[in-house]
């Protein structure tokens, strides 16, 4: 008899760009920004500030060769040599680990630019939900820093939390969003646990009386709505909210989360896990440029 | 006279039926989601080795956070009482006791009478509980117990950051991918926990002697954590410190009712 094959729910799907019609020969600056996170890491190569292609993957053991996949993962789809590249800034958890980069700037300062870039000049909050931390970040016009917030102590409310949940339910994480509307009668209230630990002891019995997997599902997006909610009233909203890191892709989150807030998020035609790299390469470019 | 003790847990219900201050039979049944079976399973078995029957007990009285899913109690009491009932009867000397339990953490402070004065609680995070010693050790592909004589090998201090334990999890498995010794990380788990069971003791102040009860005090590992961690001679614990509230149940069914 064969075992079944477990299936993976924590898994997303790791994916690399190339822009099109930029063309790098042409350009003057080739930047690169690495966001090495605790969960993902990206590669955005930009010419002259505009982006060429990134690469987007999962974080191995070691920082050192996430930073390199992730380079090797956007060069592949750019099709460019690595020595072409005039200037590499690192960011995120693991940036003091790129051994390639030329210098770091701090997640806070690359997100608020990112956010700027990918969302446009009119975002004034950025809320930032990673792998293992929750960053609220007010910035001005021109996407400088104004004010942040941060909770990294706490599983409760990241997506770690959230990779939890969906595998304890066996629902890959892509569909959770969805799936949480898909509630049976009214909308169950949230969990009640704030520790993830506790909420997945809270949805084993919920389960047990009978609950369906969507119902715990919207139970749980609630709660970390709930938390999230938390740390931006604390903050202070302004209109020109974005949201960045990879839940902007559950909307079992985010939607309910906007409901309090009482704002509509931004849009953005790109990819919003690549937030804080295309902040880097951003600020790698404004470096080319001083010191051309 | 013969009195029962029930603590109903978030994991495990401990019963202790107990004649004039001596304990004469003990049982244990997990608590799972039938609270009401798992108390009449631990209270069978006591009976069973104390070799009473359940007509001959005079009052039974529960504690613990399942203490009102027990229909056989005559009354109930809280943990905080019955921990400091049970650790001052084990340890006279007692001032400071702390009782882990599977899914919460509690200090008390008592006086010279054994009376509590002051206590604080932790419900709220896994990272200061029982269960966060079985996640890392599964973490670690080992047992708990043998994760507490392991630690207590450890040659070297490995500091680990994480304040939670999802995420103590993530490091635990990057310190194996590092090459730690199984030791070292052991040693760095009991350390972890320590630290967030010494901020609750903290917020009642340090006394000694300390007592620790329930069932991770079982591990000399942890143990010795908090004693480096709380910097005192010793921290002291019974030898089985799971039945500890139980204990302290049964001292305060011994006591007529005002």
Redesign the interface.
Known sequence: MREPKKIECWRWTESNWRHPALEWRAARFITLGIDVG?VSSQAVLMADGQILGYGNLRTG??SADSARQALAFALEAVDMPESRVDCCIGTGYGRVNVPFSDRTVSEIACHARGAHFLFGPEVRTVLDVGG?DIKCIRCDEKGKVVNFLMND???AGTG??ME?FADLLGVPITEVGDRSFEFTGAEPAAVS??????AK?EAI?LL?RGWSREDVLAAYCKAMADRIFALVKRIGVQPGFAVTGGLAKNRGVIDRLMLKIGLERMGTPWDTQIAGAAGAALFGHAFCLKNQ | MITAGIDCGAMNTKTVVMKDGTIIGKGLAPTG?DAAGAVEDSLNQALLQAGVARAGIRRICATGSGRNAVPVADESVSEIKAMARGAFCFFPGARTVVDVGA?EGRAVKLDDHGRPVDFAVND???AGAG??IE?MARALGIGVEEMGRLSLRSEREVRMNA?????AE?EV??LI?SNIPAADISRAIYDCIARRIAGIIRRVGIHEEVVLIGGPARSAGLLSSLRRELKVTQVLAPAEPDFGAAVGAALCAAEEPR
């Not at chain 1, 646990?193 to 506790?198: A, E, M, N, P």
């Not at chain 2, 304040?163 to 995420?167: L, N, S, T, Y």
């Open positions: 605790s053991s070691a293992q102590k706490c599983a770690r939390g939890v646990s704030t520790c993830v630990v506790f002891s019995g047990r | 989601f899914e709220r995070c896994a269960v966060f996640a304040p939670c334990a999802i995420f993530s498995i990057g991918h």
